[in-house]
């Protein structure tokens, strides 16, 4: 059971904590922290958070969980002020999307105040909607959850923050921080630079057949009305994996024109085969 | 009322068609006419279809409505034959994806026997799905169909083959045969490539990142199981308007890329903002 759990920005991820953690009875007490007061009151109200406040170091005084759930650059800068004002023992996560930098400033950190403990996580159940608003108690049940410690995290917390994520419903993915920064490049950065991309095209090239497209238009785009201020950071920190990850997708794209445009029957059959095999093995 | 609807190809739209004209008892006779028996039996044995034949000649004698819903290829090869054994009067249409080739074929084949009448439509109903197991009576409710006659289509024919789209409960947008190539080229065919591309680029670039894929790449890439051999026609076919809208992809695909390279934030954070608005508009 946890004493005291301190979460770090209660939007639609730091809010599923708060109410999963509630709806599982997993801790005694839940605090709130938030930069603005009146934005925490509905958390407050329906009962996901026991206190809230606006000073962080009241808010981490005292817990021995604490959850970093503003946006991934953010998070960074708080865990400096975090990792001063939490009791010795604290244990501390994150629900960010790119995990080297925070990785790195937690060894850094520990360097110089070892009794607290950090282990990464990036719990797989985004959405392009955003806010307390759309937090749900069911939101890591069934998600992919990836926990990514490093060589010199404390073996007892990457084990109990596993542990957390599982007791919320998650499946539990353990990676270190560059290899999960490689596999959302290609699996969730990608796919966001595709999506914003097909609607800057459609909008730049052909505006008016926006008001024809179809679920699959839909489908393929959702993604690319995700938060703005969350989703620059997440670029921008992990730009060097995502490079990586356009530079095949441009190779697949020239590779598929190639077909298309030589006429080549067979092999674009072929092609789109592959795709298809591989896409369904996902369900 | 439709005296007897031949639908030439009896897949998800053919049979989908077959199912809402028989819910809205548009028609007294549906013919189904296809290259296998066997698996014409499904539409029979549930009601959806009165007789069924391997015969295409025989299948359209007698028919005053005609609908061909096979492969777009396969369709402009089909309506020399159809055109030939229909009986004077007749309003055919399609359900392909591509509009300016059976449109061409039609009015060439109009200057020989003028008797009968071509006017394109193209349900935005599709699915990765297919064949007449995944048909619904209800697919047409609340879709697009565009319809798309020429300057030498005739106008009650048009009118007709409109009333009948709208009568399966769709929103009917009419467009010229090439401003509907190009709209769906932009949102349709470009979504498409750029989904197989996603799941080409992660294959080879990231394969074990799959096994973490969330929702978001699910959504991104539902469309890359579509059919391969409807795809290989509907590429081939529109690859003149698919260039431009790959060629556009492109220049967002580049002008995205040099904002997270050059770490502008404001200017990614903008091109976001901007990007979500217009997503936002499609609901």
């Known amino acids: 059971m946890i ?8 939007g639609l991820l730091g809010g599923s904590v708060a109410k999963a953690v509630r ?22 109200r329906d009962g996901a958070l026991d206190h809230v406040t606006t000073d962080l170091a009241d808010g981490v005084a005292g817990a021995d969980r604490i959850l970093l759930a503003a946006p991934v650059l953010a ?3 708080l ?29 850094r950190l520990a360097a110089g105040r070892s009794e607290i403990h950090f282990v990464g996580s990036h719990p797989m159940a985004g959405s392009e909607k955003s806010g307390y608003a759309v937090a749900r108690p069911d939101l890591f049940q069934g998600a992919t959850v990836v926990v990514t410690p490093t ?24 990676l270190d921080p560059a290899a999960h920064d490689r596999a959302v490049a290609a699996i969730s950065h990608l796919p966001h630079v595709a999506a914003w991309a097909l609607v800057d095209a459609v909008a730049r090239f052909e505006p008016d057949a926006l008001s024809i497209a179809a679920r699959g238009f839909k489908d393929t785009t959702r993604i690319a009305a995700s938060d703005p201020d969350v989703w620059r950071e997440i670029l921008l920190d992990n730009r060097d994996a995502l490079r990586g990850g356009l530079a095949a997708f441009r190779r697949a794209l020239d590779d598929l024109e190639a077909l298309v445009a030589s006429g080549d029957g067979a092999g674009l059959t072929a092609f789109l085969a592959r795709m298809k095999t591989v896409r369904e093995r996902l369900s």
Chains 1, 2 share one sequence.
């Not at 709806?23 to 407050?44: K, N, Q």
């Not at 604290?90 to 400033?105: F, H, Q």
């Open 3 to 10: 004493e005291r759990l301190a979460i770090v920005g209660v």
């Open 23 to 44: 709806a599982h009875a997993l801790a005694r007490e839940i605090v709130g922290i938030g930069r603005d007061l009146t934005r925490l009151g509905p958390a407050l």
């Open 75 to 77: 998070n960074e800068t």
């Open 79 to 107: 865990l400096q002020r975090v990792w001063q004002a939490a009791p010795a023992g604290a244990v501390l996560t994150d629900v960010g999307s790119t995990k080297r930098g925070i990785a790195a400033a937690a060894d």
């Open 151 to 174: 060589e010199s995290s404390d073996s007892a917390a990457a084990k109990g923050v596993g542990e957390f994520w599982a007791a919320l419903g998650a499946r539990v993915v353990v």
